[in-house]
């Protein structure tokens, strides 16, 4: 199957703002979603207590930079998304919430222009699964981790697939009864459908691999429930 393309990710997300801007409601098909987005923060603050500037890549309606801000408060946060309604919604949000500075930036995570050596903390949440091949993975893993300054940390929540194919089939059989559960047949067929057409989840020993090959000094995993997983690294 033809994966979507970058223009159709962002259209089905310009359509979606509502859903992303209630984390109790709009994330029931994350398993786990919770969880991983305050273990990711709490951990995230602890590792960089002083921490000023804060990156969240593919922030959709700003639900993890508003968590880390009751964490940490006034950071300076930068919201990079593909999706103009997302940002828009993101700045209203996250201006509310601190006196620091609140940068937008429309743009693919891959092309997007930032400044290196400058972040405390980076925050991906179920975007990264977008990207492709290993080029792709490798060139934004360098990227992120130029942007970290030392000490700094990448922290994702992501969809994430097994290294084995027989353990991979499982997960998403349990990850398709999980859904039924939630909202019945035709919602696993949807969701499990939508997943086929546009995402590209790598295993998170391949994430955590690729993340020590970069050049970052440590790695951390925080959670994992079939096919979701919360994890950083350390520059
Ligand atoms: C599933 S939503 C998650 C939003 C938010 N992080 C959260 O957890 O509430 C994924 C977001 O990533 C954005 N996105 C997808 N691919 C992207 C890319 N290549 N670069 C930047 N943003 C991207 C989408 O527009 C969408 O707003």
Redesign the pocket.
Known sequence: MNKST?QE??E???N?VER?SN?DT??VA?ID?QIS?ELLTEASKRIKPDAQNLL?????????SLKMLTKIANLNCTL????KP?LEKALERVSNETIGTVATIQ??????TLEENSFDII?????LH??RDDNDWEKTFIKLYRLLKPGGCLMI?DLITQETEAVNEYTWERYGDYLESVDGKEYRKKVLDYVEKEDSPRSMTYQLELMKKVGFKKTEILHKNMCFGAFGAIK
């Open positions: 970058v990710i962002k089905r997300f310009d979606d992303f984390l709009g994330q994350t979603a987005l969240d890549v593919g922030c959709g309606a700003g639900n993890y990079v998304d593909l999706s997302m743009g693919d995570v891959r092309d997007v925050l991906a949440g179920a975007v977008h990207l929540s």
